[in-house]
């Protein structure tokens, strides 16, 4: 799932090297995603969309490894 993520993130962002993607193990996986500031809206989208649809790409993921994983995009530091 963290794999999936990344290159989803990657192939959206002008920066890639400045993706990092963070997960925590368990029955419900949580996959933090940390992106350039620049990239933010491009990861993010109008209203939340493109943000939602990798949600959702995840969701399938991890139920078809038996698992529920939900993904954070957090602040750049």
Do not use: C, F, W
Request: glycine share 10%; net charge positive.
């Amino acid at each position: 799932m963290k794999d999936l993520i990344e290159y989803i993130a990657k192939s959206l962002v002008d920066h890639p090297e400045d993706v990092v993607v963070t997960q925590t193990n368990g029955n419900r996986p949580r996959i933090g995603l940390s992106v350039a500031k620049d990239d933010m809206g491009r990861v993010i989208g109008k209203g939340g969309k493109v943000a939602n649809a990798i949600r959702a790409l995840l969701r399938v993921s991890a139920e078809r490894q038996g698992k529920q994983a939900t993904l954070d995009v957090t602040e750049p530091s």
